[in-house]
């Protein structure tokens, strides 16, 4: 029975080919921290079927106005690391403003989606750089980070964290509640 309930809680996960990833922007999460009323969310979709990440961002109340905003890999909570994404910017992200939203989808398969040393960093190819990324983002080890006039090094920023989708949820549930019948089952004293 707990095979049938581990069976169920990957079934969904082994077809799946869209993974979102999300945080909250805070000032706070910065290294240094930056002292700054300013807040975000952002949320990065990655279709590994179709090669994509979206990304989307808003964000305000920032001290200064905005100077650059990108995706940092890879390296654990609490530590900086180089930039993975499009240097200095991400295209057509809000320049010069305290407030604003952001919505883009990259073609991974195109080497102007990353920083050329991340790439050059990570194999040298669009694949493994969008290898790398993706593992980096899955482990935990991608921050988003939004820099401004007061602070260069960067005003907000957050760790990037899996979101499981729905239906992975209900999944989970399910085997749960089956595992746990198989386990009462199991406890149940035999009548005499």
């Known amino acids: 029975m707990a095979t049938a309930a581990a ?22 999460n910065e290294v240094p921290v930056a002292a700054t009323p300013g807040t975000g969310f952002a949320r990065v979709t990655i279709n590994d079927a179709l090669d994509t990440m979206r990304v989307e961002a808003n964000f305000s109340g920032l001290l200064g106005t905005t100077t650059a905003a990108h995706i940092h890999c890879c390296a654990p909570a609490g530590t900086n690391v180089g930039v993975a994404t499009p240097t200095p910017t991400f295209p057509g992200f809000p ?6 939203t952001y919505d883009n989808t990259f073609d991974m398969t195109n080497l102007t989606s990353y920083n050329g040393t991340f790439v050059t960093n990570n194999g040298g190819t669009a694949a493994s750089a969008f290898a790398a990324l993706f593992g980096g ?17 960067g005003e907000i920023r957050g760790q990037l964290s899996y979101v499981p989708e729905p239906g992975t949820w209900a999944l989970m549930i399910a085997g749960f509640g089956m595992a746990g019948a198989a386990l009462r089952r199991r406890a149940r004293p035999l009548a005499a």
């Not at 069976?7 to 706070?28: C, D, I, K, P, R």
């Not at 320049?95 to 604003?100: E, L, P, R, T």
């Not at 983002?137 to 090094?153: D, E, I, K, L, R």
């Open 95 to 100: 320049g010069g403003v305290s407030s604003g």
């Open 7 to 28: 069976a169920l809680l990957f079934a969904g996960q082994a077809e799946a080919t869209t993974y979102v990833f999300e945080t909250v922007l805070l000032g706070a």
């Open 137 to 153: 983002m899955q482990a935990g080890n991608a921050y988003f980070n939004v820099h401004s006039t007061s602070f260069p090094g």
